[in-house]
């Protein structure tokens, strides 16, 4: 894509037979103004990815000494107690269920 100022010296160089000049002008206006804004937007994104990412590189790195420490007290569970908690999940899912069916009954 050519810069603006390039595009600026080719719109100089040629002569238009325009009946509105006004709309010309508002036409030529509006591309720089789109173009202004484009630049801003690509500076503001490149913005945005930079602090996104030390965010990320901030936050993850207690998160991954959280997740070693979890995966190691997870190796010492044993098969009994796998079961266990999977009891009380499937019990505290099934009573979410009753207690959403019923809250579904009562605001109808």
Not at 2 to 14: A, D, L, P, R, Y
Request: with cysteine.
């Amino acid at each position: 894509m050519n810069s603006f100022e390039e595009i600026v010296k080719q719109e100089k160089q040629v002569s238009y037979a325009q009946r509105d000049r006004e709309l010309f002008s508002f036409y030529t206006l509006t591309l720089i103004a789109q173009e202004q804004a484009s630049k801003k937007l690509k500076t503001k994104l490149w913005a945005c990815l930079i602090f996104f990412t030390l965010g990320l590189f901030i936050f993850f790195s207690p998160i991954y000494q959280l997740m070693g420490d979890l995966v190691v007290h997870l190796s010492t569970i044993e098969i009994i107690d796998i079961f266990k908690m999977a009891l009380v999940s499937y019990g505290v899912a099934g009573l979410c269920i009753v207690l959403i069916k019923r809250g579904a009954v009562v605001f109808r």
